[in-house]
C-alpha cells in the first residue's frame, strides 16, 4: 500500500525518475521547474542519441580504472543482465565484430556499439540498417527498447 505502480503510468525509467523527484516529501529534495524540464523524459530523439555519442566517446578517452567507467560498467547487470550479446539480432553481432572486438558485460562497449554503429549507418548492410530502423527514431528506439 502507498507504493507507487510507475509501470500503469507509460513513459519508461525517465518518466519514472523525474516523477519520483517530483514527489520528494522534503521540497529540498525535489527538482525545481528549470531542472525538471531539462531531465530525459523531454529530451527529442535525437538530443537522447546525441547524449549517448558523447558519453560514449567521454568514456572512450578514459582509462579503465576511471571513477565513471567503473560506475556505468557496474549498472551492467542491471541494464542488461550477464551480456547484452543476447539482446543484439545475430546480422547485428556479426557486423558489429568485424570492425571491433566488444566485451559484451562492459556497459561502455555497449555504448561504443551504439555510436559506432550510428556513425557508420549508411556504410551497413541494407538488412543491419532495417534491424535498426530509421535515423533518428527507429535508431534509438531499437537501442532504447531493448536497454532502457
Known amino acids: 500500500a502507498g507504493k507507487a505502480e510507475w509501470e500503469k503510468l507509460g513513459g519508461g525509467w525517465e518518466a519514472k525518475d523525474l516523477l519520483e523527484g517530483m514527489v520528494q516529501w522534503h521540497a529540498a529534495k525535489r527538482p525545481s521547474a528549470q531542472q525538471a524540464y531539462r531531465h530525459p523524459f523531454f529530451w527529442g530523439l535525437p538530443k537522447r542519441l546525441q547524449f549517448l555519442m558523447?558519453?560514449?566517446?567521454?568514456?572512450?578517452?578514459?582509462?579503465?580504472?576511471?571513477?565513471?567507467?567503473?560506475?556505468?560498467?557496474?549498472?551492467?547487470?542491471?541494464?542488461?543482465?550477464a551480456s547484452w550479446e543476447s539482446k543484439i539480432e545475430e546480422e547485428l553481432l556479426?557486423?558489429?565484430?568485424?570492425?571491433?572486438?566488444?566485451?559484451?558485460?562492459?556497459?561502455?562497449?555497449?555504448?561504443?556499439?551504439?555510436?559506432?554503429?550510428?556513425?557508420?549507418?549508411?556504410?551497413?548492410?541494407?538488412?543491419?540498417?532495417?534491424?535498426?530502423?530509421?535515423?533518428?527514431?527507429?535508431?534509438?528506439?531499437?537501442?532504447?527498447?531493448?536497454?532502457?
Open 54 to 81: 558523447d558519453l560514449s566517446d567521454a568514456v572512450e578517452a578514459r582509462e579503465p580504472e576511471d571513477g565513471l567507467v567503473q560506475a556505468l560498467n557496474r549498472r551492467g547487470k542491471k541494464v542488461f543482465g
Open 94 to 148: 556479426q557486423d558489429l565484430g568485424t570492425r571491433r572486438k566488444y566485451d559484451y558485460a562492459q556497459v561502455c562497449h555497449l555504448l561504443r556499439a551504439i555510436r559506432n554503429k550510428k556513425s557508420h549507418y549508411y556504410d551497413l548492410r541494407e538488412e543491419v540498417r532495417q534491424i535498426l530502423g530509421g535515423m533518428p527514431e527507429g535508431y534509438v528506439t531499437y537501442w532504447s527498447s531493448r536497454f532502457p
